[in-house]
């Protein structure tokens, strides 16, 4: 009898091993917050200000990525429960439910320490009505301070300056006010402008890494891999220069898969030979990662480009970068441009743009059950991008972080079967027809 096959261990590349310390380093921060004196912020990830925050020397603590973590360490399904045993409806995000439910056991960190209470809320709102229940919840909660950045929704598809000067004086007259209020420091704008060009440093080489999947093969996943690549820009190191450096080993990383002609780096090593081109909308399911990532490299499928990566911003599509010659309006503008908050005929636009400039086969849809930010208008979108481009497109369901929501055999049968239908469409098999 042969012994049974023992998982590969994959070597961390030294971009990893940095953002795993940075991520560390955060949460121990984070948690020594009663320790050092600093004061916290709770914010989200969608057009968070974490270059203003770091103005006045706060912590930023995002309820978001607490919640994935959790979802990722297979931790939220218990904590969701005892959300809905306090009264939280089946249908609400996910996301809000594991934070709550995670508080609700004394909210504890990754490293096995309580996290700290914020002393201020910051809610720069972006597309999601779901952010300001949370929030009315977490100050039920913690009755802290709480400071509401209100973003209009482009609803006719582009930033007008009406909005942007809407957002700037919001950011003068209430969030900086607030900030200096709980922190006790007063405003640098100098400091803030130094900030803001790390930033667009960092953004440089990110965009740069996210573009190089127009190679074939991919040297990366943009969807399964992108997920880490967008931690720094997206959360608590946009603005520093750890945040720079991260960017810099990645694309040295990137160039040098690219040299050698090889694809992306799988949970088990090296992906074997690429076979399908995706382009995909929506978010990944968190509690079954692995799983639902080994669906795809097991049959050669590489995301050259995904949506979700563009959550926090989107910096690829057109060319934002945050400007320290503007600062506030700078920040304004990234508030605005978030995927999230650009109207349905843009999110088509793009992802039709992607469809074409990384020659994807075709696009895939991950409804997620509780998140109507992304979910609202994709089966229009499947609709519509078919009929443009005429590349097969399917649609899948998963949950965030809720492990009730994930069905491995459902999911693989309707990938296999798109699958199958990219390669009828290739063969010359006629007009696509949807796997749903």
Same mark, same amino acid.
């Given at each position: 009898?042969?012994?049974?096959?023992?998982?590969?261990?994959?070597?961390?590349?030294?971009?990893?091993?940095?953002?795993?310390?940075?991520?560390?380093?955060?949460? $121990?921060?984070?948690?020594?917050?009663?320790?050092?004196?600093?004061? #916290?912020?709770?914010?989200?990830?969608?057009?968070?200000?974490?270059?203003?925050?770091? @103005?006045? $020397?706060?912590?930023?603590?995002?309820?978001?990525?607490?919640?994935?973590?959790? !979802?990722?360490?297979?931790?939220?399904?218990?904590?969701?429960?005892?959300?809905?045993?306090?009264?939280?409806?089946?249908?609400?995000?996910?996301?809000?439910?594991?934070?709550?439910?995670?508080?609700?056991?004394?909210?504890?960190?990754?490293?096995?320490?309580?996290?700290?209470?914020?002393?201020?809320?910051?809610?720069?709102?972006?597309?999601?009505?779901?952010?300001?229940?949370?929030?009315?919840?977490?100050?039920?909660?913690?009755? @802290?301070?709480?400071?509401?950045?209100?973003?209009?929704?482009?609803?006719? !598809?582009?930033?007008?300056?009406?909005?942007?000067?809407?957002?700037?004086?919001?950011?003068?007259?209430?969030?900086?006010?607030?900030?200096?209020?709980?922190?006790?420091?007063?405003?640098?704008?100098?400091?803030?402008?130094?900030?803001?060009?790390?930033?667009?440093?960092?953004?440089?080489?990110?965009?740069?890494?996210?573009?190089?999947?127009?190679?074939?093969?991919?040297?990366?996943?943009?969807?399964?891999?992108?997920?880490?690549?967008?931690?720094?820009?997206?959360?608590?190191?946009?603005?520093?220069?750890?945040?720079?450096?991260?960017?810099?080993?990645?694309?040295?990383?990137?160039?040098?898969?690219?040299?050698?002609?090889?694809?992306?780096?799988?949970?088990?090593?090296?992906?074997?030979?690429?076979?399908?081109?995706?382009?995909?909308?929506?978010?990944?399911?968190?509690?079954?990662?692995? $799983?639902?990532? &080994?669906?795809?490299?097991?049959?050669?499928?590489?995301?050259?480009?995904?949506?979700?990566?563009?959550?926090?911003?989107?910096?690829?599509?057109?060319?934002?970068?945050?400007?320290?010659?503007?600062?506030?309006?700078?920040?304004?503008?990234? @508030?605005?441009? @978030?995927?999230?908050?650009?109207?349905?005929?843009?999110?088509?636009?793009?992802?039709?743009?992607?469809?074409?400039?990384?020659?994807?086969?075709?696009?895939?849809?991950?409804?997620? &059950?509780?998140?109507?930010?992304?979910?609202? !208008?994709?089966?229009?979108?499947?609709?519509?991008?078919?009929?443009?481009?005429? &590349?097969?497109?399917?649609?899948?369901?998963? $949950?965030?972080?809720?492990?009730?929501?994930?069905?491995?055999?459902? #999911?693989?049968?309707?990938?296999?079967?798109?699958?199958?239908?990219?390669?009828? &469409?290739?063969?010359?098999?006629?007009?696509?027809?949807?796997?749903?």
């Amino acid at each position: 009898m042969s012994a049974a096959k023992q998982p590969t261990e994959v070597v961390k590349e030294p971009s990893m091993l940095k953002q795993k310390a940075m991520i560390a380093d955060n949460y $121990d921060k984070l948690t020594g917050a009663g320790e050092s004196g600093r004061k #916290v912020a709770a914010t989200y990830v969608p057009g968070n200000l974490n270059e203003l925050l770091m @103005c006045f $020397d706060m912590l930023n603590n995002l309820p978001e990525i607490n919640a994935i973590q959790n !979802g990722m360490r297979k931790q939220s399904g218990k904590m969701i429960a005892d959300a809905e045993k306090m009264g939280l409806s089946e249908d609400v995000c996910t996301y809000v439910k594991a934070d709550l439910g995670h508080m609700a056991k004394g909210a504890i960190a990754p490293n096995g320490k309580p996290m700290p209470v914020p002393d201020l809320l910051l809610l720069s709102y972006t597309g999601c009505f779901t952010f300001m229940k949370w929030f009315e919840l977490l100050r039920d909660q913690y009755g @802290c301070r709480t400071a509401m950045l209100h973003v209009p929704y482009e609803g006719d !598809g582009e930033t007008t300056d009406n909005m942007r000067q809407y957002v700037v004086k919001q950011i003068k007259e209430e969030v900086i006010p607030a900030l200096e209020e709980v922190s006790g420091v007063k405003f640098d704008i100098d400091r803030l402008r130094e900030n803001l060009k790390n930033s667009a440093a960092a953004e440089e080489n990110f965009v740069w890494v996210l573009q190089s999947a127009k190679n074939r093969p991919s040297p990366i996943d943009a969807y399964f891999g992108g997920v880490f690549y967008i931690g720094p820009i997206f959360t608590a190191f946009r603005g520093t220069v750890d945040a720079i450096e991260y960017y810099k080993l990645l694309r040295h990383e990137i160039e040098q898969r690219i040299a050698a002609g090889k694809g992306p780096v799988t949970p088990e090593g090296e992906m074997g030979e690429e076979k399908y081109r995706l382009v995909v909308e929506g978010p990944p399911n968190w509690t079954s990662f692995r $799983d639902f990532w &080994k669906m795809f490299y097991d049959d050669g499928a590489v995301v050259v480009a995904s949506t979700y990566t563009k959550v926090g911003g989107v910096y690829d599509y057109d060319g934002f970068r945050h400007d320290p010659a503007r600062p506030l309006e700078s920040l304004a503008d990234y @508030c605005l441009g @978030c995927y999230t908050n650009r109207n349905l005929p843009e999110r088509v636009k793009m992802i039709e743009t992607y469809l074409e400039e990384y020659q994807a086969d075709g696009l895939l849809i991950n409804s997620i &059950k509780s998140c109507n930010s992304f979910s609202a !208008g994709q089966l229009m979108i499947m609709r519509e991008i078919e009929n443009r481009t005429g &590349k097969p497109a399917a649609f899948i369901e998963t $949950d965030l972080v809720d492990p009730r929501y994930f069905s491995p055999a459902n #999911v693989k049968n309707r990938l296999e079967s798109y699958f199958q239908m990219v390669d009828q &469409k290739r063969h010359g098999g006629g007009s696509a027809h949807r796997a749903a």
